[in-house]
Nanobody
Framework: QVQLQESGPGLVKPSQTLSVTCTVS??????????WNWIRQPPGKGLEWIGY???????YYSPSLKNRVSISRDTTKNQFTLQLPSVTPEDTAVYYC?????????????WGQGTQVTVPS
């Protein structure tokens, strides 16, 4: 059974770069047809989809964040990483890595436990 585990800094100062890594076990991030997503939840708000990197290495980002966000992967470590530069307190959230199965249909079928990232004001 696949397991996802986020790791992050906890606290990031304003204007610095947020970097959160997801380590995947029990499954290969290059396996067709899986997409590897980042989703966040700010305090008191709903889930916000950030973007994905898929099994082939292609990426797609939320239009509201695409000018800032970057998702990359290290297939040798079976990890994928979110980078968000120039953070503000509005980037404070719990960040989740999530596996999405695209065939058949589309389903978020595995979630990490989430990692809290705080940007102080």
């Amino acid at each position: 059974q696949v397991q996802l585990q986020e790791s992050g800094p906890g606290l990031v100062k304003p204007s610095q770069t947020l970097s959160v890594t997801c380590t995947v076990s029990g499954g290969d991030i290059t396996t067709s047809y899986f997409y590897w997503n980042w989703i966040r939840q700010p305090p008191g708000k709903g889930l916000e989809w950030i973007g994905y990197i898929n099994y082939g290495g292609s990426t797609y980002y939320s239009p509201s964040l695409k000018n800032r966000v970057s998702i990359s992967r290290d297939t040798t470590k079976n990890q994928f990483t979110l980078q968000l530069p120039s953070v503000t307190p509005e980037d404070t959230a719990v960040y989740y890595c999530v596996r999405e199965r695209r065939v058949p249909g589309s389903e978020y079928d595995s979630w990490g436990q989430g990692t809290q990232v705080t940007v102080p004001s």
